[in-house]
């Protein structure tokens, strides 16, 4: 499921690309991706969650969104969202949806963890946010912990989908508010670097090395 089989989705890709641009949370440029990969374009969602006025609008259209497609005004119990990144995003998506919002963190052996005395019941049903899905292995994680917990009813959402398909979880319900197209090259085949124009491709991440 995702927002493009909604019939608000064309008026909440709009805003959404129009509160990207007002942000400056797209970027233009030379970026080296956390693949290895190149890219001419990076979303950057933290410069628009900064503003918290244009996020809770945000979220409040896919809060919306979620709502229309799962037939309920309440159709989850509580919002997760991997560390550092989507603590803002799920807080406010929380919000716009009436529920509790937390976040996972990094485990030392791998994966992510609840601590902070966060907990989940099997029975809940939960939403996985992340602010920008590309590969989805973060979300991914914290959905591997949920199902691990015992927990069935899945489902996430994201500002952006960048992942290149509509379903870049497979069966998992999914969401976004607008998906975005990146052209990505490995280094050999980057006509940025080829160019000579461009200049070295620059990491644009919030992690080390990415």
């Known amino acids: 499921m995702n927002v493009v089989d909604s019939p608000a989705a064309a008026a909440v890709a709009a805003r959404t690309e129009a509160a990207l641009e007002e942000t ?4 233009k440029g030379h970026f080296l991706l956390s693949s290895g990969r190149h890219a001419g374009r990076y979303v950057q969602c933290a410069q628009l969650l900064q503003h918290p006025a244009i996020a809770g609008a945000v979220c409040a259209d896919l809060a919306a969104v979620l709502q229309e497609q799962h037939g309920s005004e309440q159709p989850f ?6 560390a550092m990144g989507a603590v803002t995003f799920a807080y406010e998506l929380g919000r716009a949806l009436g529920v509790r919002a937390i976040f996972a963190e990094r485990a030392p052996e791998g994966g992510f963890a609840l601590r902070r005395g966060f907990q ?20 991914g994680e914290v959905v591997t912990m949920l199902r691990a917990m ?21 069966e998992l319900p999914y969401s976004a508010c607008l998906a975005v ?6 280094a050999e085949e980057c006509p940025l670097c080829q160019s000579g124009t461009a200049g070295p491709a620059i990491k644009p991440g919030s992690r080390p090395g990415l």
């Open 181 to 186: 197209d990146v052209p990505n090259w490995s």
């Open 120 to 139: 989940i019941a099997p029975d809940e049903r939960v939403l996985v946010a992340e602010d920008v899905v590309t590969t989805g292995k973060s979300a």
């Open 150 to 170: 015992g927990v069935k009813e899945i489902s996430a959402a994201s500002i952006i989908n960048r992942s290149g398909g509509p379903a870049p979880f497979g």
């Open 77 to 82: 119990d509580v919002v997760v969202g991997p």
């Open 24 to 27: 400056k949370a797209l970027l």
